[in-house]
């Protein structure tokens, strides 16, 4: 059960983050549509054999777990002996923790860090097929709109604390069917 559960509250977590995105920056979320209407033009549903035909689709995904990790803190690992890292001493024994939130906004390694650009070279390789297979088919049937009196910068970035990064305020969207 906390499998299943697990990897729905991520997955739903990680949809509510690549949609935040998307939203922000309409004329990406009219490209991915684009690719996906393009390839599947009428198609009632996308399945998980038409996802290596998304190549856009994939970067929207990648890009989106670089910036919203769905845990930004790896599961701590204790050291088994001493290690010396940019000269710092690290004990046997101590427990470490890698800050993927930190590692994937260091300036150093990304050009204009903050900013959702799926464009960008990816070194992330995990396999999100389900995330792939569900935005596809969210963004494919629907138009995401905010509601009434609600502008695009009135979406925020802030996070609840845990293991797994939700949005601490709900993302409130109005879905306009596009496809009957």
Request: net charge neutral.
């Amino acid at each position: 059960m906390n499998i299943i559960a697990g990897g729905s509250d991520t997955v739903s977590a990680a949809l509510v983050w690549a949609k935040a995105a998307l939203v922000k920056k309409p004329l990406l979320m009219k490209k991915l549509q684009a690719e996906i209407r393009q390839l599947f033009g009428e198609k009632k549903l996308i399945d998980e054999k038409d996802m290596e035909k998304l190549s856009y689709l994939r970067a929207v995904v990648k890009e989106s777990l670089r910036l919203y990790p769905l845990a930004p803190l790896l599961v701590p690992r204790e050291m088994t002996k001493k290690y010396s890292v940019n000269g710092y001493e690290i004990e046997g024994g101590s427990t470490s923790y890698v800050n993927l939130w930190a590692i994937a906004r260091d300036p150093a390694m990304w050009e204009n860090e903050d900013e959702f650009l799926p464009e960008r070279c990816l070194w992330i390789g995990m396999a999100m097929a389900e995330m792939e297979l569900a935005l596809a088919n969210v963004v494919c049937k629907f138009a995401w709109e905010l509601p009434v009196g609600m502008k695009k910068e009135d979406i925020d970035f802030e996070i609840l604390p845990g293991i797994t990064m939700h949005k601490k305020n709900a993302l409130r969207l109005l879905p306009k069917l596009l496809i009957a």
